[in-house]
């Protein structure tokens, strides 16, 4: 029905940067809220950030303005700039959408997530 497929996840040194993308195909209609989210190892999946169509966001506490989301509607694509990356934000990222399908169904999707690994 529909793919998200993420990139960019990767190894950084704390303080570094990553941008992750995330592409969305398949039998879209439209989408509504595009948003990111992370698994540590051990810990609960937690929303980092969510964006919706009129492109109001918002973000996790522990963001605190290191990280932006933002979205490509033309291209199905949502983004998230990650800045001054510390150690506690190794996880798998996860991309996930809204969408409004060619069946006329509202359903969530997920990617198979990516992995960001920032070192001390």
């Known amino acids: 029905q529909v793919q998200l497929v993420e990139s960019g996840g990767g190894l950084v040194q704390a303080g570094g940067s990553l941008r992750l993308s995330c592409v969305a195909s398949g039998s879209i209609l439209n989408i509504n809220t595009m948003s990111w989210y992370r698994r540590a190892p051990g810990k609960q999946r937690e929303l980092v950030a969510t964006?919706?169509?009129?492109?109001?966001?918002n973000y996790g506490d522990f963001v605190k303005g290191r990280f932006t989301i933002s979205r490509d509607n033309a291209k199905n694509t949502v983004y998230l700039q990650m800045n001054n990356l510390k150690p506690e934000d190794t996880a798998v990222y996860y991309c996930n959408a809204n969408v409004f399908t060619l069946d006329y169904r509202i359903q969530f999707f997920w990617g198979q997530g990516t992995q960001v690994t920032v070192s001390s």
């Open positions: 964006s919706d169509t009129s492109g109001s966001t």
